[in-house]
């Protein structure tokens, strides 16, 4: 075969891959590979087609935008086409896109002047909105660009999309386009009810919000929590529109429609990379995820002059962020142990960068979310790594598995003692059974026992807990309290003055609390407020280890399952034995009377729980006044929650709250009560 059949060969096998993409994209809805992979196929196509312009056909992916959609709905084709955007993936792309404008526009030296209107590119399902005299009569999907799908009776059911358009002027016939996307809270909120139901889960919103869309019973769709920002205009007829891009989108907004509230106009390329490097600091914080910034020229008479090229108009430009989305390989699949005896899954990977940093290890959470996935060693897999989130195995991709792959199976004995491997039922954790004398769990025990929030020694750090470990010097806690100068100075990256500092710090550390001695002994299920809970309701050690379940189910925060854990450590001679050794070494904490029912405080016998930021007070300070009007501070709502008291951003304790019907105290309200008569 020559150079040129090659070259043929090379290109047909290109577009046939994102023919495939595109279809399982645009038409099936169940995207295969992430954004930045098909922008790479797209981008290796375009290189060698520019090379070979004789070899371009006019079914090529580059020069069509995407496959002809499903049959399902009646389809609708766009009186103007709905064009994709090029994409800058660098300061040096967007310099050139900025650069052939002023050229184009011959503005020479004025080009630093140049307004464009930016916004935050989001990422969920581009849609087109009809309006005939103000009222909405058809929604379509983008489809191919040319021709999509009619999906009327579904954009009708999303609250964000007027029926009719409000106030004067709009013109007689208007057609409008957008995004429509699932908010991320709304996302998880979705997902965490499929999985209890046993049902799929979706990758992302993006395709979650376009599966919506495509939905035959607009019910199923109206269910969905979708939102929409429209972000241009396809035609008008009666009527007229500003003359600056951003203007228009002014004039939706007071017509009515929802545009992006993070919309800026900049000034020049500087005002552009600026604007995007704000963005992309708070794109975590963002309700919707994005996965970069659009910059369109903003003078309507400039977009017309700039023009088009085959697939994308040359006033416009998408500045791509890095992609949270990878592709790469497993390399093996290793079981973790944890503190409590977890184990979990996770995946050795080819280092591939994402996210801003390079990734060779994602978790897959627990045996049967691994099941689920049915992740394999040599599989391809997408990685997806937000912010500083944990990366994690998204999906695998199931046309490139190799032959004779084997499902992973939960190991039957520990990987590192050797011990029994147990799974409760109805627990989706399984654990080794070896507890403190699995050394994994070792470690880790020690660990969170000399943590800030426990005994808090300072100097202790992991490395050399994990070295102390390694040659078999402590076993417990209570090992820590026999270290010697001598032993601590002769460890790597240790001297005799760390050494006498850290013997200062764990001496420091024998006087405590018996709530931090509590969290420190790492029960299962018994967190922070938890200790606190029991170190106040019991008073002292002895009689908490001497409750019954029926005795601790009176605490706070105490359910039944937490009551069969602390039952369950107590009843361990191993753990009394560790604790009485502990006591015997000096450390203390001191002692109170166990509570009784009566107090003269104004919240006697009243539990709250916290949650969110306060502006006027700590967390701290908060729980401090609430004690001292006699009342309790849980760390998590239950049916024995009088008040939950919200700050700013509160997390989930509130949905839980709402669905228990417990009172909900604002702040202002909250100060009031806490004030008295």
């Known amino acids: 075969m020559n150079g040129s059949a090659d070259t043929r060969a090379k290109l047909e096998s290109l577009r046939d891959e994102i023919r495939y993409h595109n279809y399982r994209y645009h038409v ?12 790479r196929l797209m981008r290796q196509l375009q290189a060698l087609e520019e090379q070979n312009p004789e070899f371009i056909t006019d079914d090529s992916p580059t020069q069509r935008v995407g496959e002809q959609p499903i049959s399902a709905f009646g389809t609708v084709e766009h009186r ?21 404008v002023i050229e184009r526009l011959k503005l020479g030296d004025d080009g630093d002047s140049l307004r464009y209107a930016a916004e935050p590119k989001l990422d969920g399902a581009a849609v087109s909105l009809l309006y005939a005299k103000g009222r909405l009569v058809r929604g379509a999907t983008r489809g191919d660009g040319t021709t999509g799908e009619d999906i009327t009776h579904n954009v009708r059911t999303i609250k964000g999309v007027p029926l009719r358009l409000i106030g004067k002027g709009y013109p007689e016939t208007l057609e409008v386009r957008g995004e429509v996307f699932m908010p991320k809270a709304g996302f998880e909120a979705l997902n965490t009810k499929a999985r209890e139901l046993g049902q799929k889960l979706f990758v992302n919103p993006r395709n979650a919000a376009a599966g919506s869309l495509r939905q035959l019973d607009p019910k199923l769709t109206a269910a969905r929590p979708l939102d929409i920002y429209l972000y241009s205009v396809g035609f008008a007829e009666g009527g007229s529109l500003p003359d600056r891009h951003s203007e228009i989108l002014d004039q939706l907004q007071e017509w009515g429609l929802k545009t992006c509230p993070e919309r800026k106009v900049v000034r020049g390329v500087q005002g552009c990379l600026d604007y995007y490097s704000d963005i992309g600091s708070r794109r975590e914080t963002l309700r919707y995820e994005i996965d970069g910034v659009v910059y369109k020229v903003d003078s309507i008479a400039e977009q017309r002059r700039l023009g088009f090229v085959s697939r994308a108009p040359r006033w416009a430009i998408a500045h791509k962020f890095p992609a949270q989305e990878e592709l790469t390989v497993v390399l093996d699949i290793e079981f973790q142990v944890g503190r409590t005896g977890a184990l979990t899954p996770v995946a050795r990977l080819e280092p591939v960068f994402v996210g801003g940093v ?25 990685i997806r790594r937000a912010g500083d989130v944990i990366p994690e195995v998204v999906g695998v991709i199931q046309s490139r598995r190799p032959a004779k792959t084997r499902k992973v199976q939960l190991p039957k004995k520990c990987p590192v003692c050797k011990s029994a491997v147990a799974k409760e ?7 080794c059974t070896g507890g403190l004398y699995c050394s994994a769990q070792r470690a880790e025990s020690l660990k969170h026992f000399v943590s800030r929030r426990a005994l808090d020694i300072e100097g202790l750090g992991a490395r050399l807990i994990e070295q102390l470990v390694a040659v078999d010097r402590i076993h417990t806690p209570a090992d820590l309290f026999t270290l010697t100068e001598d032993e601590l100075a002769a460890m790597e990256r240790m001297a005799e003055k760390s050494a006498q500092n850290l013997i200062r710090s764990i001496e420091a550390s024998k006087s405590t609390s018996l709530a931090r001695f509590l969290y420190g002994l790492g029960i299962r299920e018994v967190g922070e407020a938890t200790a606190a809970s029991l170190a106040s309701h019991f008073g002292n050690l002895e009689s908490l280890v001497a409750a019954r379940e029926a005795d601790l189910l009176k605490v706070p925060d105490v359910g039944p399952v937490v009551a069969a854990r602390i039952r369950t450590f107590f009843d361990e001679p191993h753990n009394l034995e560790i604790i009485e050794r502990l006591q015997k070494s000096g450390v203390h904490w001191p002692e109170s009377e166990p509570e009784t029912t009566e107090s003269d405080g104004t919240l006697a016998g009243k ?23 006699g009342g309790k501070v849980t760390g998590s709502v239950s049916k024995k929650t009088d008040f939950v008291v919200l700050g700013e951003n509160p997390g989930s304790k509130l949905r839980k709250a709402q669905a228990l019907n417990v009172s909900l105290l604002d702040e202002s309200d909250f100060k009031e009560l806490i004030s008295g008569p």
């Not at 099936?28 to 922008?39: G, K, Q, S, V, W």
């Not at 390079?358 to 997408?382: M, P």
């Open 28 to 39: 099936l809805d169940d995207p295969e590979i992430p954004d930045a992979e098909y922008d």
């Open 80 to 100: 103007i086409p709905m064009l994709s955007l090029d994409n800058a993936f660098s300061s040096a792309e967007l310099n050139d896109f900025h650069r052939r």
């Open 358 to 382: 390079t990734v060779s290890n994602a978790t897959l959470h627990n045996i049967d979310e691994l099941r689920r996935k049915d992740v394999r060693i040599g599989d391809t897999v997408i």
């Open 425 to 431: 039922e109805g627990e989706a954790v399984a654990r």
């Open 607 to 629: 539990v709250f729980v916290l949650t969110g930021t306060l502006s006027d007070m700590s967390r701290d300070e908060a729980k401090q006044r609430i004690i001292g009007l």
